[in-house]
């Protein structure tokens, strides 16, 4: 099980938790950074993306606001080299952190990627919890890992979102996010970017974490 205390995992919105139908939110892209003085300096909360660089963020952020191309999805995966800021609703920002794990990077690149991303998770006063993609045809590998006892420390909600959804039928969609929620203590959703499934319990979830975040 992920070292995330008891107190980070009871604030983050629980699997199940009752949606209405949601409007598409209005977003708006800021800026990227390549360092934490450089992103924006007022007091919204910040949710961050994370996960490996060929797990789908882009994809699940375009569908998650309804936009194609808000988030450039690339063919080759860790293009991401900076940590994208997208405001919603005028009210909180989504952040697209660089992708990790994939082969054909360098390791001086890979360096540079992980201390930002360090640093942003260690020091980032306004982040309210973090979004962790996993692939549903895969495990959590020892990054992922890694991201969660960091969010730990700073006892700071986490949630999973298991993507590429329509790659397995439904039983075996369940299985993964029980089996997720098992070994890890954290709330998982499946999301598809093909059939938008998960769309509105991922809005759902993410509201939850500002709102949870206003109140501490």
């Known amino acids: 099980m992920a070292p995330n205390s008891r107190e980070a995992t009871r604030r983050t919105p629980s699997r199940g938790t009752r949606t209405t139908k949601t409007q598409l ?10 360092e934490l003085g450089q992103i924006p300096q007022d007091t919204r909360p910040q949710v961050a993306l994370a996960g490996r660089s060929n797990v789908g963020k882009s994809s699940l952020l375009n569908r998650l ?16 080299r900076s940590l994208n800021f997208f405001l919603i609703n005028d ?11 994939y082969a054909k990077v360098s390791r001086s690149v890979k360096d540079t990627w992980g201390k930002m991303i360090e640093d942003y998770l260690l020091h980032g006063e306004n982040l309210a919890g973090l979004v962790l993609l996993l692939d549903c045809r895969r495990d959590a590998g020892e990054d992922d890992l890694k991201l969660l006892h960091w969010l730990s ?3 700071l909600p986490a949630l999973i979102v298991v993507t590429k959804a329509d790659k397995i039928n439904r039983s075996e969609l369940n299985r993964k996010v029980n089996q997720i929620e098992r070994d890890l203590g954290i709330p998982a959703i499946g999301f598809s970017t093909v059939s938008g499934q998960g769309r509105q319990e991922l809005l759902a979830a993410v509201h939850d974490l500002v709102t949870s975040n206003a109140k501490r």
């Open 25 to 34: 939110p209005s977003t708006r892209f800021i800026g990227s950074y390549f």
């Open 65 to 80: 606001v309804g936009q194609k191309k808000l988030a450039k999805v690339s063919s080759t995966p860790g293009k991401t």
């Open 153 to 155: 420390e700073r006892q």
């Open 91 to 101: 009210r909180y920002y989504l952040v697209d952190l660089p992708g990790y794990g």
